[in-house]
Nanobody, 124 residues
Framework: QVQLVESGGGLVQTGGSLRLSCAASGRTFNTYAVAWFRQAPGKEREIVAAISRSGGSTYYTSNVKGRFTISRDNAKNTVYLQMNSLEPEDTGAYYC?????????????????WGQGTQVTVSS
């Protein structure tokens, strides 16, 4: 089973950009689909984006389409979330999760493995 570590969060102004990274341990990373979830204070955790094992299939929630891009580099055991045109509503703790298929990581409860999260704060 992989272990996940997120990084890249921070404070940014409205309209700014950040790139989050989800680094995985283990030599079988390319057998896992990965998703990014976020949780704002006082709100339920929600899925943001997901990517299949090969990177050939992706999923985005409607309010980030056209602004966020998920990608992966299996040689580096890393999944990225490029976030552009950030809005205050994007503020929250961002987590990556992994499981065997994209169907599993896009469940409401996410995958079986989670990272510790990275905080994103967008100021208005």
């Amino acid at each position: 089973q992989v272990q996940l570590v997120e990084s890249g969060g921070g404070l940014v102004q409205t309209g700014g950009s950040l790139r989050l990274s989800c680094a995985a341990s283990g030599r079988t990373f390319n057998t896992y689909a990965v998703a990014w979830f976020r949780q704002a204070p006082g709100k339920e955790r929600e899925i943001v984006a997901a990517i299949s094992r090969s990177g050939g299939s992706t999923y985005y929630t409607s309010n980030v389409k056209g602004r966020f891009t998920i990608s992966r580099d299996n040689a580096k055991n890393t999944v990225y979330l490029q976030m552009n045109s950030l809005e205050p509503e994007d503020t929250g703790a961002y987590y990556c999760t992994a499981d065997r298929t994209i169907a599993l990581v896009t469940r409401q409860r996410g995958g079986d493995t989670w990272g510790q999260g990275t905080q994103v704060t967008v100021s208005s």
